[in-house]
């Protein structure tokens, strides 16, 4: 199965948001400063991809982002806690 660049671009972006996750909850559990320190650079590096990879998707128009007007946010906000 072949993937176009952008859909593997979007592939490698999930794979570095998960790791990410992985390594917050390793380094907050590490029993010692040896192990906490290796998952820290670990982490450190892998947002850094995450990071190089987002620009270069948004400078191609794969990753496009909108801002939100506050009265926006508020509005869901509302309707999330009515829903509650």
């Given amino acids: 199965m072949l993937v176009s660049s952008q859909e593997y671009f979007e592939m490698y972006l999930l794979i ?3 790791s990410v996750e992985v390594y917050v909850h390793g380094t907050l559990e ?8 290796i998952l820290r650079r670990g982490l450190d590096e892998t947002m850094d991809h995450q990071a190089l990879t987002y620009d270069y ?5 794969w990753y496009c982002i909108s801002n939100v007007e506050p009265k926006q946010v508020k509005q869901i906000y509302e ?6």
């Fill in 16 to 18: 570095l948001k998960s």
């Fill in 30 to 37: 590490s029993s010692n400063n040896e192990v906490r320190n």
């Fill in 57 to 61: 998707m948004k400078e191609l128009g």
């Fill in 79 to 84: 309707s999330l806690q009515n829903n509650s």
